[in-house]
């Protein structure tokens, strides 16, 4: 099969949009490996977890693997036989992955209000154009993943992580401790460069603040029931435990 390198000697500037998130994703107390997370680096970031090495193979190849190959092709959004850019940019193209009780982007965005807009309309609109023009020669009337992912600062690109914040996983440590650091308020400005396409600036900040106090709410108690169970395991009274399994083999 093609890999995103054969892809790139012709779309050579996508290619490079694309690798460039391995440098623009780079937390700045190490709350990530660099690069991570990012589609750059996904299937790096896939084998070197501890939990992927100890899973079964079928789960792996059925689960995680189905997931993060973006690092080496361009056929999960650009899907054969089609390879359509119009296909790509539909927020089912993102769905493929993202979602599920892992990563549930897809769940929260197709029950919000933008995205039950397209579901409503967007067969209405004219998905051929290009991201920058959607709106205006599109007939868009409501945001996609892509055309916010995509967008940086008014342009377009295929780096996806220009803006990242919280990342999938906020519970990793570190992540809510820098969500109000100086890297992390500026990326905060750019969500803010993209809201106001269409929002109000003082509609767009209080929405993200809103956003950050629901995320920091919600992992407090995940740390308080994470708390609990931890304290059950130990004591070896969850429901069917026998014993307490060694953890996972390290790579």
């Not at 993060?68 to 899907?79: E, G, V």
């Not at 990242?164 to 992390?184: D, K, L, M, Q, T």
Request: glycine fraction near 6%; proline fraction near 4%.
């Amino acid at each position: 099969m093609p890999t995103a390198d054969v892809c790139g000697t012709c779309h050579l500037q996508e290619f490079a949009e694309r690798e460039s998130e391995r440098d623009t994703m780079i937390w700045p107390a190490g709350q990530w490996p660099d690069g991570r997370p990012s589609h750059a680096l996904d299937y790096k970031a896939n084998v070197e977890t501890t939990v992927w090495a100890a899973m079964p193979q079928r789960e792996v190849a059925e689960g995680c693997s189905m997931c993060h190959t973006n690092q080496n092709k361009c056929d999960s959004c650009h899907t054969r036989h089609e390879f359509s850019a119009a296909e790509s940019r539909k927020p089912e193209a993102c769905a493929t992955c993202h979602s599920g009780v892992d990563h549930n982007n897809w769940e929260a965005y197709s029950m919000s209000k933008h995205g039950k807009i397209v579901s409503m309309l967007g067969n209405q609109w004219n998905w051929d154009v290009q991201l920058k023009d959607a709106y205006a020669v599109g007939k868009q009337s409501a945001p996609t993943c892509a055309g916010c992912h995509m967008e940086y600062e008014g342009e377009f690109a295929h780096n996806m992580v220009r803006k990242i914040r919280w990342a999938n996983y906020p519970f990793v440590p570190g992540i809510a401790e820098n969500i109000n650091s100086e890297w992390s308020s500026a990326r905060l400005d750019s969500w803010v460069v993209t809201c106001t396409q269409c929002h109000s600036e003082r509609f767009a900040r209080s929405y993200l603040e809103l956003m950050d106090k629901g995320t920091l709410a919600g992992l407090a108690k995940y740390q308080e029931a994470n708390g609990i169970v931890h304290q059950l395991y130990k004591e070896g009274l969850l429901t069917g435990q026998k014993t307490n399994r060694p953890a996972p083999t390290s790579t």
